[in-house]
């Protein structure tokens, strides 16, 4: 988006909200450059889903929650808040463009799981050790092991 302030291109995502209708989201964004704060619509094509949980309890779509995810597993990693930003983004629209009314958690967990593993191994086995909650050690060490096979194997759909 370009800042209404000073024309720059490069903006961060500070908020972001669904509407009630679930038809369009409202960005907060801050330009990188001169730190002017704007907000910007977004229209959907389709629907945004509602979250289902493991307990089964529905809950509003909340893009935070990806991002926060991924802050998480990436503290200390060195990488950048534009590219978490990035794959944010990435995850989203993917979610979007399914044009389903529910999604379970566990997909979008592996979505992030997916994007975390070509980032950082040390980010993607700590998401994925909290998210799978790993049952013991060799279903750890099996996970530690695919993430050094090649590209094609570990690609694969799950
Ligand atoms: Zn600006």
Do not use: H
């Not at 995502?13 to 009630?20: L, N, T």
């Not at 960005?27 to 307990?55: H, Q």
């Not at 989203?92 to 997916?114: A, H, P, W, Y």
């Amino acid at each position: 988006m370009r800042c209404p302030n000073c024309g720059n291109l490069q903006d961060r995502v500070i908020d972001s909200r669904v509407s009630r209708d679930g038809r369009s989201i409202r960005r907060r964004r801050e330009c990188v450059s001169c730190r002017w704060r704007f907000t910007t619509y977004e229209r959907i094509e389709g629907l945004v889903p509602i979250i289902v949980k493991r307990d089964g309890r529905r809950v509003p779509y909340d893009r935070n929650k990806i991002f926060n995810g991924l802050l998480l597993a990436c503290k200390k990693r060195g990488i950048d808040y534009e590219t978490l930003e990035k794959i944010t983004e990435k995850i989203e629209s993917e979610i979007l463009s399914l044009g389903v009314k529910e999604i379970s958690t566990d997909i979008i967990g592996e979505k992030v799981m997916e994007e975390l593993k070509k980032l950082d191994d040390v980010a993607y086995v700590r998401f994925a050790s909290v998210y799978r909650k790993f049952k013991d050690a060799s279903q750890f060490v099996e996970e530690i092991r695919s993430l050094y096979e090649t590209p094609e194997k570990t690609e694969k759909k799950r």
